[in-house]
């Protein structure tokens, strides 16, 4: 596959404000905050009574704000018993649309800090909408939070801010006042910091994201995403003899990979996977779209022990209408060069049995796999099926060959064109066993037809893809740069993203010359898997793609199966979901759509 790239840099090179490994907590100025109010929501109703904060930077005070705030409202006795503030100390005290300014201007450029910051921060934006001031854009750490991830039962009861202040010998006894509860938050926050900074964590990043499931030995591996660029692509995880152990993509790769080693990723397999390897390596890609299908094709090469998804495409179920004398349906591992139609490929052998049942239920042609010539056989007696009506019988001469071949041209048109004879007739089966209430069966009934509507969809949208021997598609990104994709067959080619100011036809040209050839075969995903061909089509049936050049015929047959999908995906995702529905109802046969 082919790819660009501009004046020798990655478009997706972003200009960075900080280290890359993210803003050391030393340089970083910090306001913790803690507020007294009349009760617990603002949106309920409750006033703050009392702003208190602290400004630190590296260990160091730097400066404090308290101010009592008249809430213009009686406080509860029992508030005022709990924090020791009455309505006659606040009957002078400046309201919140004087106290709410003077406290953001002081906050003004800091990291918020707050124990438990919801309720805090919650309140004081809440007055700052009323007030119809734009919130500042702090972030904010919370210090309960925080503490629930690194403490344990054996260093404190509990993570309230009084138990964690006697764990680290704060200063300050927190007494529900808004500047010695805060005082007491410092303490807090820098008794946490030093734990962790034993333990790796100095910068902000690493802070926020903390998690205790993250160990040491995976944190002192953050080196390994140094070298990768801030750009789309595909990163390989290797063990010390160059195994690949995961594969993986990313609109940032470095930002991606570095997760691995914070909190961000938390899985106990990727754990694992982090401590055997050893190194990472990175392939920038032109766009997300080329970095998904460069993932999919090096799991199928490499099949790593650690990626679950993906690693076998050649592992899939294809339905094939044979061509002889007596056609029949087959359950088939390979798409053959043999004039046959393939409805396909099902990832699980379980769903084709389905699908394959759900069309035995409307055709009855023979089920038998034994080669028959075109005479049957003189005395052979018909087979259960047979004498069950679900099979026209031809090996003992029960049906003529023009018969057969015109239930066969049926099928054939289902599968390809048009699938309302399967429908049809299984929503006439399912509405009559719902009326003798035999939902059971009827939800047999129901999920095959559901495995034959997508599997006809899915291989009527990968034929009309696969048959274009060239599609080129453009799409503006969220920078305003154009990606160019050429597909062939199904398969992407090559892509790349237009310079600012290059000739832009030019460019395409050039693209499409120096693309990978391709070569087609039989079956619906001839050059591809089935999984990049559908990535490729999620990508040109997204907004605003504008097709360039169409070698080929890119169409779906308006009767087609996709018309079928809302209503089996709408069922599919109640049954999810678990959401409780009515039997009957849900085993309602679908609406045609009006002709």
């Known amino acids: 596959m082919a790819a660009s790239s501009v004046d020798g840099m990655s478009g997706w090179e972003v200009q960075r404000s900080f ?26 109703g409750s006033m703050i009574t009392e702003i208190g904060a602290v400004k630190v930077r590296g260990g160091e005070v730097l400066g404090e704000f308290q101010t009592l705030v008249n809430p213009r409202t009686e406080i509860p006795a029992f508030i005022a018993v709990l924090t020791g ?79 964690l202040a006697r764990l680290f010998n704060s200063s300050t006894t927190p007494n529900h006042r808004a500047l010695d509860d805060a005082r007491a938050t410092v303490d807090v926050l820098h008794g946490l910091m030093e734990r962790l900074g034993g333990v790796g964590v100095l910068t902000l990043e690493e802070l926020q994201t903390f998690s205790s499931r993250v160990t040491t030995a995976q944190r002192r591996k953050r080196h390994l995403a140094e070298g990768l660029p801030h750009a789309p692509g ?66 199928a090469e490499h099949k790593p022990r650690y990626n679950r998804r993906s690693r076998f495409p050649e592992r899939v179920h294809f339905i094939k209408l044979t061509r002889e004398p007596w056609p029949r349906l087959s359950l088939v591992r390979r798409v053959l060069d043999d004039d046959a139609d393939y409805l396909g490929p099902f990832s699980s052998k379980k769903t084709a049995e389905k699908c394959l049942a759900a069309l035995h239920d409307t055709f009855p042609i023979r089920q038998c796999s034994d080669r028959m010539s075109r005479q049957p056989v003189v005395g052979r007696s018909a087979c259960v099926l047979a004498e069950m009506g679900r099979c026209l019988s031809p090996c003992d001469g029960s049906v003529d060959e023009a018969t057969y071949a015109v ?35 009827a939800s047999h009934h129901r999920d095959r037809l559901a495995a034959f509507v997508r599997a006809a969809a899915r291989t009527q949208r990968l034929s009309a893809l696969t048959r274009c021997s060239e599609i ?24 790349g993203v237009i310079p600012p100011g290059a000739d832009a036809v030019g460019y395409v040209d050039t693209l499409r010359q120096s693309a990978e050839t391709v070569r087609t075969g039989p079956g619906p995903v001839p050059a591809a898997t089935a999984e990049e061909s559908e990535k ?55 609406h045609q759509p009006a002709r």
């Open 85 to 163: 503030i009455t309505n006659g100390m606040v009957s002078g005290a400046p309201p919140i649309e004087s106290a709410l300014p003077a406290f953001l201007e002081f906050a003004a450029g800091c990291v918020l800090v707050a124990h438990n910051a919801p309720f805090d921060v919650g309140f004081l934006r809440y007055f700052a909408e009323q007030q119809g001031r734009a919130w500042p854009t702090f972030e904010v750490l919370d210090t309960a939070r925080l503490a629930r991830r690194v403490i344990t039962r054996d260093d404190a009861p509990n993570c309230k801010l009084s138990s």
């Open 234 to 299: 595909v990163y390989l995880f290797r063990d010390d003899r160059a195994r690949v152990l995961y594969v993986g993509t990313s609109r940032d790769l470095r930002t991606r990979v570095r997760s691995y080693f914070t909190a961000s990723e938390t899985r106990s397999r990727m754990g694992e996977m982090v401590g055997i390897a050893s190194v990472v390596d990175g392939i920038e890609c032109a766009t997300p779209l080329e970095a998904e299908v460069r993932e999919l094709r090096l799991i």
């Open 472 to 495: 080129v598609a453009v799409r503006r990104d969220d920078a305003g740069r154009w990606e160019v994709h050429v597909v062939r067959h199904g398969r992407l080619a090559a892509a």
């Open 536 to 590: 490729i089509l999620r990508w040109l049936e997204s907004p605003g793609i504008r097709l360039v050049d169409v070698d080929g015929e890119w169409t779906c047959p308006v009767a087609g199966a996709t018309r079928h999908l809302a209503v089996h995906d709408a069922v599919n995702q109640s049954r999810l979901s678990l959401v409780p529905f009515d039997d009957r109802r849900s085993l309602t046969p679908v």
């Open 19 to 44: 280290d890359e490994l993210g803003r050391p907590l030393r340089d970083l100025t910090f306001c913790v905050v803690d507020l007294e109010t009349t009760g617990g929501s603002a949106e309920g």
């Open 407 to 441: 239930v066969v041209r049926q099928l054939r048109d289902t599968l390809l064109r048009r699938p309302d004879e399967v429908v049809e007739a299984i929503n006439a089966r399912m509405a009559a066993l719902a009326d003798d209430e035999r939902f059971e069966e």
